[in-house]
């Protein structure tokens, strides 16, 4: 073949220029981006960043603490990191290799097996139905962070706004420090108009009768079990205007609507010019929680009251390793921290070059992001045992779960410490930093489908973006009026549950199985080079993906099937229909597996056998996005005896290779910093 015939067999989108011998340039040698199609991230601290602001979310500070202390305190840690080791890593490293060979979104990389591409709309669906009440959780962190902003007191300080009720948990009290009691009418009586069988009806004696010095150690508030916390009174009423029925929506709060619109204005500029504006703001959403963190637990153990807490948070407790919810529980949080099967990961790293080294990153961002989990809980439970010191309560009795932890004991908390504001603005700034973090990236998971399935839009993809915004914020509304936080709840437990297990068990089943474990991993060696895979530790991973993985994740959901319960929201429990309505979110993104393989079986031609292997084959265009790299990559199959997914060239009539090629393959060869 002669260099001008080479040069006609070249796509125009993969190299435009050819060197002296006929052999196509380096990708990205002149400086730009190695995929200029699609684009790609201005360096790789930018990807890992966007990985860990993905990974490290809202979840880290309020879920982990809260299942680490009901599960067993610090013998959580086994099946934690078990769980790690058995699925959180190998799925995170999967993803990685998956979106990187190809360059593809979610929907895309499924053109290696067509008939699993449902599970790609099926993450897609997911990802835009938890954007939608993602969104309106940072919603109330930003409604805080700007109540944060005075230098009077808190608002959630006090029961004398026009949100308390009568039942404020500080009246009691206040009208302690004013020599009084509440009676059972929940009246403040000072004690010296009570006669003697009235104070002793309330367990309160009197040194002589009619004087002012009386015993109240036992004295025990009548309608203590109807009392409500200050912060809680504050959040119900003050903020969510809470309505007590997902069936009463009430009016659209307008505080937290122009929060919420003020929420999808940050992400749209965010995300205006795809990874490389959002690349710089990882930089801050990344890096600032930690300084926040750092910051909050140096404050916290300086406070009487913290060792307590912290031990209260660590102190094992065997006995419940012996529980298969506490398995579960590990599983399912491994599983929703690191962020795998969202599609965000696949998403992610689509926009790195082909030979960057993901099996370095999948090893450094799930640690980093449980070592998150676990240091935020030293951090929480820390300002916890100041709290409970200071109400005169064991710790257990503060702790909340989830949006109780976020928005009602941990502000009740700072409240309590010197310079109050300043400390709340920066807990809630912390908290709208991690939140932006995971949410920009579960955004460019569904833009960047979108406009991988309609490439003429890719030059439109400013519209698309803001299409989807304006769609979202709309659909949020509803979680703003005076039944939203009911719908924020029924959003939260349904819509990405187990259908997340479901498409990480067909991740394994398709690529390992079907797909083929050992022509993956060659993919694997055409990007990262013999060095990672011929490393030892690295066969740990194709042996979760064939068996292991998909083991533990059939157990989880095996285990979450038998012990199912109707989802509540605290002591509410949904009416049939919102239940209803719940599965009906899970069947959106779940009814695009069997909808998939019917189309692919019915498009596809001749016999039924015919049809379902040309349905778990892979299509022609399946493979790396430059032609460079396909030639290394068919070599690397061809050396290692496996078969190139996908063809050579796919924008030739033939499918098969010519005969004269001129990319032979090399071992990849990485930098010292690629092994770090």
Not at 91 to 98: G, M, V
Not at 598 to 612: K, N, Q, V, W, Y
Request: proline share 5%; glycine share 8%.
């Amino acid at each position: 073949m002669t260099s001008s015939e080479k040069e006609k067999a070249l796509p125009m989108n993969d190299n435009h220029m050819m060197e002296s011998n006929g052999v196509p340039p380096k990708p990205g040698a002149d400086g730009g981006d190695e995929n200029q199609e699609r684009g790609n991230w201005s360096n790789h601290v930018e990807f890992m960043m966007s990985c860990v602001s993905y990974a490290v979310g809202l979840g880290n500070v309020w879920r982990f603490p809260y299942l680490c202390y009901s599960n067993g305190g610090g013998a959580f840690l086994i099946p934690y990191c078990i769980m790690l080791a058995f699925a959180g890593i190998p799925l995170f490293f999967l993803e990685l290799s998956f979106g990187q060979y190809t360059s593809s979104g979610p929907i895309s990389v499924w053109r290696s097996v067509p008939m699993l591409k449902g599970v790609g709309y099926g993450m897609v669906v997911c990802s835009g139905l938890v954007a939608i009440y993602y969104n309106v959780i940072i919603t109330y962190t930003i409604f805080y962070m700007f109540k944060s902003m005075t230098i009077y007191q808190l608002p959630w300080v006090g029961c004398h706004h026009e949100w308390n009720t009568p039942y404020c948990s500080e009246l009691v009290e206040e009208c302690f420090a004013n020599n009084g009691i509440m009676t059972a009418n929940n009246t403040c009586v000072p004690m010296e108009n009570l006669n003697e069988e009235q104070l002793a009806s309330y367990n309160i004696t009197a040194t002589t009768a009619g004087n002012s010095t009386f015993f109240t150690h036992n004295y025990t508030d009548p309608l203590a079990h109807e009392r409500v916390r200050p912060s809680e009174e504050y959040y119900r009423n003050g903020v969510l205007h809470d309505s007590g029925d997902i069936s009463k929506s009430g009016y659209v709060i307008w505080q937290l609507a122009l929060c919420l619109l003020l929420a999808w204005a940050l992400e749209f500029v965010c995300l205006a010019k795809g990874v490389k504006s959002s690349g710089k703001v990882v930089y801050f959403t990344a890096i600032f929680p930690y300084c926040v963190l750092f910051i909050l637990l140096i404050r916290g153990l300086t406070l009487p009251g913290s060792i307590e807490g912290i031990k209260f948070f660590i102190t094992p407790r065997w006995e419940l390793l012996t529980t298969p919810k506490v398995w579960k529980d590990a599983a399912v949080q491994i599983f929703y921290s690191l962020s795998v099967s969202w599609g965000g990961l696949i998403t992610l790293s689509s926009y790195n070059t082909f030979k960057n080294n993901c099996y370095r990153d999948a090893l450094i961002v799930p640690v980093l992001n449980c070592a998150t989990s676990i240091f935020a809980g030293f951090v929480i439970f820390s300002i916890l045992g100041f709290m409970a010191h200071e109400l005169k309560k064991e710790v257990g009795e503060v702790v909340a779960e989830q949006f109780g932890l976020a928005f009602i004991a941990y502000p009740e908390a700072i409240a309590r410490l010197p310079i109050s504001p300043l400390w709340a603005f920066l807990f809630f700034f912390m908290l709208i930093t991690l939140g932006l973090g995971s949410q920009l990236c579960i955004v460019e998971t569904v833009i960047t489908s979108i406009t991988d399935n309609f490439p003429r839009l890719r030059n439109k993809k400013i519209f698309v973006l803001g299409g989807f915004c304006t769609i979202s914020f709309l659909l949020g509304l509803n979680c703003v009026t005076q039944a939203g936080s009911y719908w924020v709840v029924l959003m939260d437990k349904y819509a990405a549950d187990f259908a997340l297990l479901i498409y990480g068990l067909c991740e394994c089943v398709g690529l390992a199985w079907i797909y083929g474990v050992r022509r993956f991993i060659n993919d694997i060696r055409t990007m990262c080079g013999n060095r990672v895979v011929e490393q030892p530790f690295f066969k740990w991973f194709p042996l979760n993906w064939c068996a292991l993985t998909p083991a533990i994740l059939s157990f989880v959901l095996l285990f979450n099937w038998i012990s199912w319960e109707n989802p509540t929201a605290g002591d509410y429990e949904f009416p049939g229909w919102a239940h209803g309505f719940g599965w009906m979110m899970i069947m959106t993104s779940l009814i695009w597996i069997p909808l998939n393989m019917l189309f692919e079986f019915i498009r596809a031609d001749g016999s039924p056998m015919e049809r379902l292997k040309q349905m778990t084959k892979p299509t022609p265009d399946w493979g790396p996005a430059l032609l460079a790299h396909r030639r290394e990559a068919y070599d690397v199959h061809k050396q290692y005896g496996t078969e190139l997914g996908g063809a050579l060239d796919p924008h030739s009539e033939k499918s098969q290779p010519p005969v004269d090629y001129s990319v032979k393959y090399v071992p990849a060869k990485l930098d010292e910093s690629d092994m770090a």
